[in-house]
Nanobody, 122 residues
Framework: QVQVVESGGGLVQAGWSLRLSCAVS????????MGWYRQAPGKQRDLVAR???????NYADSVKGRFTISRDNARNTVYLQMNSLKPEDTAVYYC????????????????WGKGTQVTVSS
């Protein structure tokens, strides 16, 4: 059983910063890629940023230069530092972790958190 729990969301003014955290716990054996996705009302869930176990990162064009993803492998935790927030960043932010539950598994499973609300006022 794997648990994914996000925290750090809130209501802020445009230009402010937030730092999201996501902790993965439970029976996962190893975690490969971790990432953040977001979904605004009436829209699809889109990738914000992701990071591999080795530290390689990828960002959506809309957040490049403003958001930074990082991880602490020892704590099975991924972070998203969000600076210079804009109203269009308003969404529910979901944490995703891909990994295996046993050694030499044939494929990875994807685990999702329940999301944390980020609201940016103008």
């Amino acid at each position: 059983q794997v648990q994914v729990v996000e925290s750090g969301g809130g209501l802020v003014q445009a230009g402010w910063s937030l730092r999201l955290s996501c902790a993965v716990s439970g029976s996962i054996f190893s975690i490969n890629t971790m990432g953040w996705y977001r979904q605004a009302p009436g829209k699809q869930r889109d990738l914000v940023a992701r990071i591999t176990r080795g530290g390689s990162t990828n960002y959506a064009d809309s957040v490049k230069g403003r958001f930074t993803i990082s991880r602490d492998n020892a704590r099975n935790t991924v972070y998203l530092q969000m600076n210079s927030l804009k109203p269009e960043d308003t969404a529910v932010y979901y944490c995703n972790a891909r990994g295996i539950t046993r050694p030499q598994a044939a494929y990875e499973n994807a685990y999702w958190g329940k999301g944390t609300q980020v609201t940016v006022s103008s």
